[in-house]
Nanobody, 124 residues
């Protein structure tokens, strides 16, 4: 099994930045691509960003493109999401996810492992 633990969430004002981290442990040799998803109250979970195992391929939702950057450190077994120019509509619980396949996906059902989530709240 693989365990994923997110950190770095918090309450910030619009325009601020946050960096989320996701630490992987356990059978991490089975971890390939990783991604971030988010879920706001009363809304369905949505894709935010994903990255291949090598880091060479990244995908972003249109709503965050140009503001968020996904990256990973395979030595530290950690995934990151740098979030700049935050908006109130970015408020959500952010989840880290991992899949066994090396190439990233945009759908939640493509991922095998999930973290518990970290809350990000952006005030106007």
């Amino acid at each position: 099994q693989v365990q994923l633990v997110e950190s770095g969430g918090g309450l910030v004002q619009a325009g601020a930045s946050l960096r989320l981290s996701c630490a992987a442990s356990g059978r991490t040799l089975s971890v390939g691509a990783m991604g971030w998803f988010r879920q706001a109250p009363t809304k369905e979970r949505e894709f935010v960003a994903a990255i291949s195992w090598s880091g060479g391929s990244t995908y972003y939702a249109d709503s965050v493109k140009g503001r968020f950057t996904i990256s990973r450190d395979n030595v530290k077994k950690t995934l990151y999401l740098q979030m700049n120019s935050l908006k109130p509509e970015d408020t959500a619980v952010y989840y880290c996810a991992a899949r066994r396949v090396v190439e990233p996906g945009r759908r939640g059902n493509e991922y095998d492992y999930w973290g518990q989530g970290t809350q990000v709240t952006v005030s106007s």
